[in-house]
């Protein structure tokens, strides 16, 4: 392979754009933990809790499909709250090999609690990157997201 293949393109546009996203959601991320973390969770963390409030009941499947996540990841997540009593599994009344997800009693009062934390962290990003350019962003990533599929 000559030396130029492996020299990047100096166009924008030839920029990866995976790995530009992975470092806009890391560094975002890495916020949010910021303010998550005297509530003892991480940005996944609540948002997971905070899919079951919505979404009480559902399987590790549909709650994978609606994060973007496949099962392995999410189950791998879904192990520290579990074992921290925040959510619940229990087998399905028609199919006892699926498992059902639920948000216990005290993982309701960990996300009420969190709640405040992460508008905070929500305030503050908008804060730092202006109104103007998070809603741009949004609109975006839902376009993009709409797109993909």
């Given amino acids: 392979m000559h030396m130029h293949a492996l020299r990047p393109d100096p166009t924008p546009d030839a920029r990866c754009t995976c790995l530009l ?5 890391r560094r975002v991320s890495q916020r949010y ?5 005297p509530a003892g969770l991480k940005t996944t963390q609540f948002s997971l809790l905070a ?6 009941g559902l399987a590790i499947g549909e709650l994978a499909e609606r994060m973007s996540m ?3 990841t999410l189950t791998r997540n879904l192990g520290p709250l579990v074992s ?3 959510v619940a599994q229990r087998p399905d009344a028609a199919d006892r090999r699926r498992m059902r997800l639920a ?9 009420r609690e969190a709640a ?3 508008r905070e962290a929500q305030r503050a990003l908008r ?3 202006g109104a103007a350019r998070v809603g741009a962003l949004h609109a975006a990533i839902d376009a993009t997201l709409e797109h993909l599929g």
């Fill in 21 to 25: 996203l992975r470092r806009a959601a």
């Fill in 33 to 37: 933990d910021e303010h998550l973390r």
């Fill in 51 to 56: 899919q079951l409030r919505h979404a009480d």
């Fill in 70 to 72: 496949d099962r392995t």
């Fill in 84 to 86: 921290a009593g925040w």
């Fill in 103 to 111: 948000l216990t009693d005290d993982g309701r009062r960990t996300l």
């Fill in 116 to 118: 405040p934390r992460w």
């Fill in 127 to 129: 804060e730092q990157l």
